[in-house]
């Protein structure tokens, strides 16, 4: 297998976008990775696209030929992913992959998603097409639900009393909203940043012990990547960043996983894959880009990839490890949290903001050092679960 | 076994479930292959109806077509032979947040309930939720 690395990243800013199509939210994040990539449009043999639910929030499906003729790539063959919230992530997966083996040389991948346009029941609707669609939708299980569910039973199970672990779960709010509110990319840039665990808890219910502000919010946007074989990456660019690891995993619903849903198996074994392809451990890692969907999102997955014990992620928060001055910095551009989640956009997203931090050009909230970051991305109620690891080394 | 058998047996005041013929265990819902050991000699059985909360949440913003609902609470529960199911909790809203936590643990009998279908619901006819009703309440 060859190596791979990133040419050039982009994304919109995320938020509101009533007036942008699927289809031009993608092309914005296009043309801002392929203006840093120093290519030609016609070097790109390959389209990775990911997207969640067009179908609900626009009618549309079929997208990637779309996008493909948008973007003036017309004939190339063009694939659309879909694997709930880590739809962009499994296209960027993919395309790593064909790159790898070296199928194609140069190829784009990316996602765009417009949620925050839909509205909360269409949109709540369409986040719960990614529950069991016979056994869980009929009870009305809903996301924030499953995260809830996941939280009661966390604190049930370390034995952590439920408003306690609250207040460390508002913690990880207050942290990424805080991240967000500096990010101009982000959906709350220059709003919120100042917010208190108080905030937190005192803000609406939605789906108990879950408030407002434990949960991510609705979000319009697009994102976007070029990849390239490691030797044409490094005659293109000055700092290509290698795609040293990745990972994926899966699984059936919340109840197939009992009370596996704290310990997030599938994100486990994806985290595993990842490390072992990379030849890393946790401990080689200087910064995570986390799925932070709701606030207990958060804490469960740095416990599944190995960086803290299983049941201690929430002291983490609470001492500071998890801050940007902290031994592992957890989503220093503000997570789903604090940026927004435009689903299908939301892996490469991600990676964007590895890639800038790797390069140096995270100016707003840069992780010191950073040579090695991972991203992390989840789909449903873990049914899909993908782990990127990206470093400068090659190997 | 078909998802509407499960459904139609629930309304009977029945859960049925499948027993593995080779490790023994049980699988419920129904399922092409045994949720232990991904065995397909299964047997049809009727599990006793019988187990505990898990974890719950009350939701109070719901999808499009589950609004009229809420506020509801779901819950997971375990079975006694084992299997985990998901289904509502059948207690009055003002009840369940005096409980808390508490309610975890809790033993419940399920039941099916009707609920009118919505438009992605893979039952056109009918949506039948399991429901749990609370035993030895204090």
């Known amino acids: 297998m060859r190596d791979v690395a990133v040419l050039g990243v982009g994304m919109t800013k995320f938020g509101k976008h009533p007036d942008k199509s699927l289809v031009d939210l993608f092309a914005e994040a296009f043309f801002e990775a392929f203006e840093e990539s120093n290519i030609e449009l016609k070097d790109i043999q390959a389209l990775y696209y990911g997207n969640f639910v067009g179908e609900m929030t626009d009618g549309s499906g079929n997208l990637s030929g779309f996008m493909a003729d948008e973007i003036g790539l017309r004939g190339i063959p063009a694939i659309r992913y879909e694997g709930a919230c880590a739809s962009s992530s499994v296209a960027f997966r993919e395309a790593a992959r064909a790159v790898a083996a070296g199928y194609y040389d140069i190829v784009a991948v990316g996602g765009s998603e417009r949620l925050y346009t839909a509205g909360t029941e269409i949109g709540t609707r369409a986040l719960a097409t990614a529950v069991d ?239 090695t970051g991972m991203t992390d991305t989840l789909g449903g109620d873990f049914g899909t679960l993908v782990n990127i690891i990206l470093s400068i080394h090659r190997r | 076994m078909r998802f509407v058998d499960f459904f139609n047996a629930l309304l009977e005041g029945k859960v049925i479930g499948q027993k593995c013929l080779d490790c023994g265990s049980y699988t419920c819902p129904p399922k092409a292959t045994c949720d232990n050991c991904a065995s397909r000699n299964l047997e049809a059985v009727e599990l006793s109806g019988k187990g505990v909360i898990r974890t719950f949440t009350t939701t109070y913003v719901a999808p499009s077509g589950y609004t009229e609902e809420a506020p509801y609470t779901v819950a997971m529960v375990e079975l006694d032979e084992g299997p985990w199911i998901v289904g509502r909790i059948d207690l009055p809203n003002e009840e369940i947040e005096r409980l808390g936590q508490d309610l975890i643990g809790a033993r419940v009998s399920v039941y099916g309930k009707e609920f009118p279908t919505e438009p992605f619901y893979p039952d056109k006819k009918r949506r039948v939720v399991p429901m749990f009703k609370v035993e030895g309440l204090r």
């Open chain 1, 133 to 371: 669609g016979v056994y869980e939708i009929t009870a009305g299980l809903t996301f924030p639900g499953v995260f809830a569910l996941a939280a009661r039973l966390y604190a049930k199970t370390y034995e952590i009393p439920l408003e306690e672990l609250r207040e460390m779960m508002a913690m990880v709010s207050v942290k990424n909203h805080k991240y967000g509110a500096i990010n101009p990319k982000a959906q709350f840039y220059g709003k919120l940043g100042d917010l208190k665990v108080e905030d937190v808890l005192n803000s609406r219910m939605i789906s108990s012990p879950l408030t407002l502000l434990d949960c991510c919010p609705m979000t319009d946007g697009g994102s976007a990547a070029i990849i390239a074989a490691a030797d044409i990456a490094e005659d293109l660019v000055d700092t290509p960043v290698y795609v040293r690891g990745t990972g994926q995993s899966s699984a059936g619903g919340l109840f197939r996983q009992k009370e596996d849903i704290i310990r997030a198996i599938p994100r486990k074994k994806a985290a595993e894959m990842a490390f072992k392809e990379a030849k890393m451990t946790p401990k080689d890692i200087d910064f995570v880009e986390i799925h932070d969907c709701f606030t207990i999102a958060e804490i469960i997955a740095t416990e599944a990839m190995g960086f803290f014990e299983y049941g201690q992620g929430c002291y983490a928060v609470r001492d500071g490890v998890t801050s940007i001055d902290g031994d592992l910095p957890v989503n220093p551009d503000g997570g789903l949290i604090g940026k927004g989640h435009p689903v299908g956009a939301t892996g490469v997203s991600q990676v964007y903001s590895v890639v800038k931090q790797l390069r140096g050009e995270f100016k707003e909230n840069p992780v010191k050092n950073a040579e």
